[in-house]
């Protein structure tokens, strides 16, 4: 078991991911923020040989209390994402990118 911070330039993913693979995980969660996350997930993977790679963005934020969950009502309407948007405009853009990211997986099923 292992962990590392996520504060390393794109340049160091190949000797970070060396680290990684060294430890011979079974599971590898990146919570390095959108899109950054998913990019040395997939520049790594080969590398790193976990059996499961997830992307956990602010997750490891909200757990440890550093940002707050929205209230308990939007939590039970499956909202909670939008609350974070509202909080953080900046995630819009992302936000945007989920309709087509949801239409490549459904399509990558069929």
Request: charged content about 25%; glycine content about 8%; overall charge positive.
């Amino acid at each position: 078991m292992g962990t590392h911070d996520g504060y390393f330039k794109p340049e160091q993913d190949p000797e970070i991911a060396a680290q990684i693979a060294a430890l011979n995980p079974d599971f590898l969660f990146v919570a390095m923020g959108i899109p950054r996350q998913e990019k040395f997930i997939l520049g790594t993977q080969s590398t790193i040989r976990a059996r499961v790679a997830m992307g956990v963005g602010g997750t490891f934020d909200v757990f440890s209390g550093r940002v707050k969950r929205a209230p308990v009502a939007m939590q039970k309407m499956k909202m909670e994402w939008l609350w974070r948007v509202i909080q953080n405009p900046k995630k819009v853009d992302k936000v945007k990118l989920l309709p087509r990211f949801v239409s490549l997986v459904l399509k990558d099923t069929k």
